[in-house]
């Protein structure tokens, strides 16, 4: 079984800083990481090589630095690395993002599952599974918590959607993207770290997909969607009261707003 | 049709017999846009057949374009995106809008990719610029910006958060059809098979109030007091991630970037210190409550009411005020 993860570089959003004054985000204040929900695609790849023997490719579309987060695969338990990089797919949108991923899986060629992340942190549109799904024509089977391989080599997993839990089994390739909830990512081990930073992670360009991706379709100029205006809202604030050593004053003020809401019974003295 | 009104078409989910109610929130931001494009307001509903259609038309749908048939008993999406797809393509609405929930989520990229068309995820508002152009605003960045997006191609398809605007008001005076439409294509062998375990404990997106509990909480049995709480306000119980994780309570209840966003009108947050992923699914809260011993914790920031103190010693105390019931120790 090959599993192919889709994996995106980010900032690290716990550190990056946000100037609310000029409408920038400081891309230079906060360090990179790998999308944490990938960490989920990429863990519940390797169990499976695990349990049930698989081939897992760790591809990534992004700047030649995001080489360390393939890297960062490696040493976590995927087999091989892919880089996407060319001055020509920056700018993309999810769509042009997905065509592009979609033709590097067509010049790949041989697997059985594509694996991603339920959503990136700053792209933030849990879209580009779906779309590379629907690209190559592969059931999607999104909001995984968790994910079992069956007799008769099948994958099955329970996905959270509409009012409840389904079990969704896919008989043939599939598309899956995972929440939070599919696993604990592991940790990678001081020599696994080691034999990954030596790994050399082949870098195909626009001109390696030949065949399957046309330079109208990628980067910015490939995007439907554009964005015109960036607006920083200052971070939620509230007017808010607080108390200490006040119990009762709390409980009155408290006592006022859930009655203007109706949400008090009035209890008669 | 009429091929010379452009159409603003919703794209309803089904829930049950019902359309979910994001729909009718859609249908108040739809209207105005189909009034700023002189457009027809319409929606597209799959579902089993006996679907409801009478509020949606109440609501202000001109026009609700109806397939019915078992095969979208279940949420797979493929097989909704090919029926949709093909009346799509003959219908060429100029906007697309649906609710972005866990299955509209993972509807509407591939029926984007399906029509070959751009998508923006997760609106918080929308508008049509001079030129009759759909102006799409989404926070991005864990939602610390908010960017304005527009698109190139047709139909400009948006996702819209659920709680965003509110429903459109109910006429029953509107006049609106009803146009039944038969399965345009025969249904896909999509290679999944599909059951469903459970459903949802509870649906804590539609609760009025909120009581949520985080890492405060020492052990899985204190959710009763939460509970007890929560019962007295006429609310359900919420939880932070870490507990969750924890196995104190199930993943329904989980609020945040990863769990539910939640809207209530009341949100109580008890030994929950405030994470960005955290506020990221309650900040929006009409009225929020923190009982935290740290006076430092980051929740304190988007608090209305800010507790400094023990949750052990202030739940009881309001449960007991509120009219609840719990044994003073
Ligand atoms: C990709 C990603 C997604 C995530 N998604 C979510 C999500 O959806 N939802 C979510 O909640 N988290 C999410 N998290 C986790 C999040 O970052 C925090 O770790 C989590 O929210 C912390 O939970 P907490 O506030 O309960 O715990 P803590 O941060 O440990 O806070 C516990 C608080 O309780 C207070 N306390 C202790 N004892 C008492 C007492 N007796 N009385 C009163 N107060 C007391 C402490 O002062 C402290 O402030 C996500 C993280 C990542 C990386
Ligand atoms: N540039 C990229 N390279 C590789 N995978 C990506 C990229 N962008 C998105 N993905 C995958 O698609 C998922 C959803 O991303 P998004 O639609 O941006 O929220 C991510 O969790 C990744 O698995």
Known sequence: ?269 | MSPAQPSILIVAEPQGQQPHPVAYELLHKGRQLADARQASLDVLLCGTPGMETAALIHRGATRVYLMEDPCFALPEEQIFVAQMTAFLKELKPEVILTGATSFGRSLAPRLAAALNTGLTADCTDLHMDENGRLVQTRPAFSENILANIMTDTLPQMATVRYQEFPQAMPDPEHQGEVVRLPLPLPVPDTGVLIEKLRQLEVDITKASVVVSGGRGLKQQDDFAMLRELARTLGGEVGASRTVVEDGFISKDHQVGYSGHRVKPQVYIACGISGSPQHLAGMKEADVIVAINTDPSAPIFQVADVGIVGDLYEVVPQMIRRYGGIWPVL
């Open chain 1, 1 to 269: 079984m090959h599993i192919i993860v889709l994996m995106k570089e980010v900032p690290d959003m716990e550190k990056v800083r946000f100037d609310t004054e000029k409408g920038v985000i400081d891309r230079k204040s906060a360090g990179t990481e790998v999308n944490p929900f990938d960490l989920n695609a990429l863990e519940a790849a390797v169990q499976l090589k695990e349990s049930a023997g698989a081939t897992v490719t760790a591809l990534c579309m992004g700047p030649p630095q995001a080489e360390k987060s393939l890297k960062e695969a490696l040493s976590r338990g995927a087999d091989e690395a892919l880089l996407l990089s060319d001055a020509a797919f920056g700018g993309s949108d999810t769509w042009a993002t997905a065509r592009t991923l979609a033709a590097a899986i067509g010049k790949i060629g041989a697997y059985d599952a594509i694996f991603a992340g339920e959503k990136t942190v700053d792209g933030d549109t849990g879209q580009v599974g779906a779309q590379v799904a629907q690209l190559l024509a592969l059931p999607l089977v999104s909001y995984v918590e968790s994910l079992c391989w069956e007799e008769g080599k099948r994958l099955a997993a329970v996905v959270s959607l509409w009012d409840g839990f389904y079990r969704k089994t896919v008989t043939g390739k599939g598309l899956f993207t995972f929440t939070k909830t599919a696993n604990t990512p592991r940790l990678p081990g001081v020599r696994d770290k080691m034999k990954a930073r030596k790994a050399v992670i082949p870098c195909w360009k626009l001109a390696d997909l030949a065949g399957h991706l046309d330079a109208s379709e990628t980067g910015f100029s490939g995007s439907p969607t554009k964005v015109k205006r960036i607006v920083i809202p200052p971070a939620p604030q509230r007017q808010g009261q607080c108390y200490r050593d006040a119990l009762p004053e709390a409980l009155d003020h408290l006592e006022t707003l859930l009655k203007s809401k109706h949400l008090l019974k009035e209890v008669e003295a």
